[in-house]
């Protein structure tokens, strides 16, 4: 039974402890609806928050509207906001997956602080991790990257990682349901949706176990890098405390991964920094968010001060 599954993994996995108040992501998809039933079920008290990217025209206002009536019928407070995240991408210079993802996860933490809620719960489920490992293998990523999409991370929290795909279909099946599906999901315009329109059946074509496989060295690699990360935060806190600081003498390539990652630096960029290291001084290299400089002998990683994360916010309804 799925719902004590995912009671189960959030128990074992500490996802939810003493938390009894959450945020929840609905898009209207078959994965968010799953989501939002099995929180309530499971007991927990449940506040929806619906974007709207108006990037799909009617079809985004179709999944705006049937998630209203789903929080009417199951009593949920809902939360809605609406944004061009076309035009946000534009000014911030980002792709459209990347500005729709910094407008919702800015948004959801921004309404998780005003209305005192605990955490901030998303549907993301196995095949969604899977999909992660071999986007990260694609551009190069190292452990972090390729253990998946985390369990928890700070407010956020990830309860259908147990689960895959199938499951959350059957049990809506069972339950009888609904959902919309977004028709982007279904073009090959994106790499994500080649890889889990073309890869992965042919993966399972050849290897019916191979999603089983990845998942458990998922585990292994997620174990690997939590290793590391204890055992270079003494290291890290040196950064911290010398102004985020790092002198090249005492630098491995591992303490800048972990250094650099957490500021939004990707492993390819990172391993250029890294051979980079021994040229002239002023050399400067730039994530979303921050900027690292080379001067004489150090590494210093600034915010960018030309970031302004509050464009491209345009309206709001409730």
């Known amino acids: 039974m799925l719902k004590r599954k995912v009671q189960t993994y959030i128990r074992q996995e500490s996802l939810l402890n003493e938390i009894d108040k959450l945020l929840i992501a609905c898009s209207g998809g078959s ?3 799953a989501l939002l039933s099995l929180m309530q079920a499971l007991g927990y008290e449940c506040v929806a928050a619906h974007m709207n990217f108006s990037l799909r025209g009617e079809e ?39 500005a729709a993802r910094e407008l919702r996860y800015a948004w959801f933490e921004q309404l998780r602080s005003e209305l005192g809620l605990q955490a901030i719960v998303l549907g993301h489920h196995q095949n969604d991790d899977i999909e992660t490992f071999f986007l990260n293998l694609l551009r190069g990523s190292g452990a972090k990257g390729l253990a998946g999409i985390p369990r928890k991370n700070g ?16 049990y809506l099946a069972e339950n009888q349901l609904d959902y919309v599906n977004d028709s982007s999901n279904f073009q090959n315009d994106y790499l994500r949706n080649k890889i889990r329109l073309q890869l992965l059946p042919l993966l399972e074509e050849i290897q019916p176990s191979a999603a089983t496989s990845i998942h ?11 290793d590391l990360t204890q055992l270079l935060a003494p290291a890290l806190r040196r950064i911290s405390e010398q102004g985020n600081c790092l002198h090249v003498a005492e630098a491995s390539e ?19 920094i890294w051979q980079q290291r021994f040229a002239p001084s002023g050399q400067l290299y730039q994530s979303e968010s921050h900027e690292l400089l080379l001067d004489r002998s150090c590494w210093l990683l600034r915010e960018r001060a030309s970031q302004n994360k509050s464009q491209g916010i345009f309206y709001l309804t409730q």
């Open 216 to 226: 458990r060295s998922q585990a292994l690699l997620r174990t690997a890098d939590e």
């Open 60 to 98: 985004s206002d179709r999944d705006e509207a049937f998630v209203r009536q789903l929080c009417t019928r199951w009593n949920i407070p809902l939360h809605v906001k609406r944004v061009d995240a076309k035009n946000y991408a534009q000014k911030q210079g980002l792709s459209i997956e990347m």
């Open 155 to 170: 407010y956020l929290v990830r309860p259908l990682l147990c689960v895959t795909r199938q499951e959350i279909l059957d």
């Open 254 to 272: 591992s303490l800048l991964y972990q250094w650099l990652s957490a500021y939004r630096f990707n492993a390819k960029e990172i391993s250029r």
């Open 31 to 33: 994965d968010s609806v």
